[in-house]
């Protein structure tokens, strides 16, 4: 199984301030997949990636959020404006089967 | 656009048992249906999956079984251990190429009782 590491493991940030949540697919996939989870509840698809560009992005994927793939291995996911809302587990997933990272929990205070 | 439902959101079953776990999905066009098994604090991980062109698959104690007529997808487990117990989730997704929007099911908490 294909390794997706993500950083930071943690991230916690003040309301209105922006994060940037890191991805690093081990392998050389083309897809990537950012997801989000509140606590107790089920996963929800944000965005996919595929060769360099948004394939499909869901109605949570609004202004506030981007993605991009600086260095052609990190794959970033940007939240600016913080809202208190926004505090879940991040998951990163690359390859077509999808293999999960192990998600950055994001604290909005 | 697609919605998926799952049936039940909690389960508790004897070690040894079988467990069952149903989902529903409302655009026919998905093809795609992963299961994903996501223990306490830790990342989903993909367990088995089943595409449209297919019926069942099996692999080893876990089976998929698909109904393409009826829209709706089961995951099975026999002889259940303690180390099965997690939350399960069930994924839809449709298009002939990857990277199209998975949709998941609120899932399933599955408890295997020693």
């Known amino acids: 199984e294909p390794e997706v590491t993500q950083t930071p493991s943690h991230q916690v940030t003040q309301m209105g301030q922006e994060v940037i949540l890191r991805c690093v697919p081990i392998s050389n996939h083309l897809y990537f997949y950012w997801y989000r989870q509140i606590l107790g509840q089920k996963v929800e698809f944000l965005v996919s990636f595929y060769n360099n560009e948004i394939s499909e992005k869901s109605e949570i994927f609004d202004d506030q959020f981007s993605v991009e793939r600086p260095d052609g291995s990190n794959f970033t996911l940007k939240i600016r404006s913080t809202k208190l809302e926004d505090s879940a587990m991040y998951f990163c997933?690359?390859?077509?089967?999808?293999?999960f990272g192990p998600g950055t929990r994001l604290t909005v205070t | 656009g697609e919605n998926v439902e799952q049936h039940p959101s909690t389960l508790s079953v004897q070690e040894g048992d079988s467990a069952v776990i149903k989902c529903t999905y409302s655009?026919?066009?998905?093809?795609?249906f992963p299961w994903y098994k996501q223990e306490l604090g830790k990342r989903p991980q993909l367990i088995i999956d089943?595409?449209?062109?297919?019926g069942e698959k099996k692999d080893q104690r876990i089976a998929v079984t698909l109904n393409k007529t009826a829209k709706h997808f089961s995951l099975h487990i026999t002889e259940t251990q303690p180390e099965d117990s997690a939350v399960y989730f069930c994924a839809a997704s449709f298009g002939d190429n990857y990277g199209q929007n998975f949709v998941f099911g609120p899932g399933t908490r599955l408890s295997v009782l020693p």
């Open positions: 089943i595409r449209s062109n297919v």
């Open positions: 655009d026919s066009a998905s093809n795609y």
């Open positions: 997933a690359a390859g077509a089967e999808q293999y």
